[in-house]
């Protein structure tokens, strides 16, 4: 205990519940409330006493402390997505600009495969007249070398022996 503060109070593992009970208790007034629920009912009826009574402050004392309780619930559940470092005007620029129509989140684009790119366009190789995938193995196995199956005039010149006039 610091001398100069005087006493910290150790509420750490205290419920709501149970530090409106003290509160009360100390003074002078028996709440007979066990549980949230019946501290609900309780201080909803000290509600009308205001603030010209000890128990009419502890009821707003009650609805602060619930409302604080909800509040931090919600935030906590909002880092959870957000995680702990972000920008309210970011938050708040993002959510002026999806009301307004300004973004839209696009849909994820497939990566289509060169087989698949084939088959829809239907391009076919020049040589063997097999779909686009072909080129490559079929250039290779008649000259033995890699060629880009982009290059028809050199796959052409490679099946009339033309090789060499291409290159």
């Not at 003074?27 to 128990?55: F, K, N, P, R, S």
């Not at 007249?129 to 050199?154: I, M, S």
Request: net charge negative; glycine share 6%.
């Amino acid at each position: 205990m610091d001398p100069r503060r005087g006493p910290d109070p150790d509420y750490q593992d205290c419920t709501l519940t149970d530090w409106i009970n003290r509160a009360a208790a100390a003074q002078g007034i028996e709440l007979d409330a066990d549980d949230a629920e019946a501290l609900g009912d309780v201080m909803y009826d000290c509600l009308q006493y205001g603030v010209d009574a000890t128990e009419g402050i502890l009821a707003l004392l009650h609805a602060a402390a619930v409302q604080a309780a909800e509040m931090r619930g919600r935030l906590a559940s909002i880092e959870d997505i957000l995680g702990d470092d972000y920008s309210l005007d970011r938050l708040r620029e993002l959510t002026e600009a999806v009301r307004d129509g300004r973004y839209v989140v696009q849909p994820k684009l497939k990566v289509w495969t060169d087989e698949e790119i084939a088959e829809i366009t239907g391009y076919k190789c020049q040589i063997c007249k097999n779909l686009k995938q072909c080129c490559t193995p079929h250039l290779k196995r008649l000259c033995g070398e890699a060629y880009d199956h982009f290059e028809p005039k050199a796959a052409e010149a490679s099946l009339k022996g033309e090789y060499d006039a291409v290159h």
